[in-house]
């Protein structure tokens, strides 16, 4: 690695992984690596109280829109206060349709500790094969940067991805990935 990028790039995000990613939506759905396998995932940490965070959110779906059926996916990591219902409610009156992992109410968490966050909001971009490709990428950046990676895995292939999973099955090819920060969390 040159010295340039190691400038750019912190270390925590260049060998952080996230092979034993393991939470709990608040929706009580299970997200894991192996549920993730195969898209390209913005784990994006953030609040409702944090007004940068708020004013991502029209980018954030509109990517998530456009881009899902191509195996895009989005998952946030907040720190918002309040009752389940009190978020879900929020979520839902701000179209926040991506699932939401409550990390801890209003401090550091342990899934942001894993990834290095120090403060919101952040987002770390993952690709296909599990890697860490982008850190706090936003607006038309990162729909540029996502488009990207999932015009090059249909490239590579010959063939869109979510055909070739469903063909292959959860464990067909790219299963596997680069060691790195593991991270399980269970309410």
């Known amino acids: 690695m040159n010295p340039a990028q190691s400038e750019r790039t912190p270390k925590s995000h260049r060998?952080?992984?996230?092979?034993?990613?393991?939470?709990?939506?608040?929706?009580?759905?299970?997200?894991?690596?192996k549920k993730l396998e195969g898209n390209v995932v913005l784990l994006e940490f953030w609040s409702n109280?944090?007004?940068p965070c708020v004013s991502e959110i029209p980018y954030l779906r509109d990517a998530y829109e456009r881009l899902k059926p191509q195996g895009f996916e989005i998952i946030g990591i907040n720190r918002n206060l309040g009752t389940p219902e009190q978020q879900k409610l929020w979520l839902t009156t701000h179209g926040v349709a991506w699932p939401q992992i409550a990390d801890a109410q209003g401090k550091q968490g342990p899934i942001a500790d894993a990834f290095g966050v120090e403060g919101i909001p952040k987002s770390v971009l993952i690709d296909r094969q599990g890697r860490v490709v982008g850190v706090n990428l936003r607006g038309?950046?990162?729909?540029e940067k996502v488009s990207e990676l999932l015009d090059a895995a249909?490239?590579?292939?010959?063939?869109?991805?979510r055909y070739e999973r469903q063909k292959f099955g959860p464990d067909g090819e790219g299963s596997g990935g680069a060691a790195g920060v593991s991270v399980s969390i269970r309410d």
């Open 15 to 33: 060998t952080c992984s996230y092979d034993a990613f393991d939470a709990i939506d608040i929706d009580g759905r299970e997200w894991t690596k």
């Open 154 to 161: 249909r490239q590579a292939s010959g063939t869109d991805r």
């Open 140 to 143: 038309p950046r990162l729909t």
């Open 49 to 51: 109280w944090c007004g």
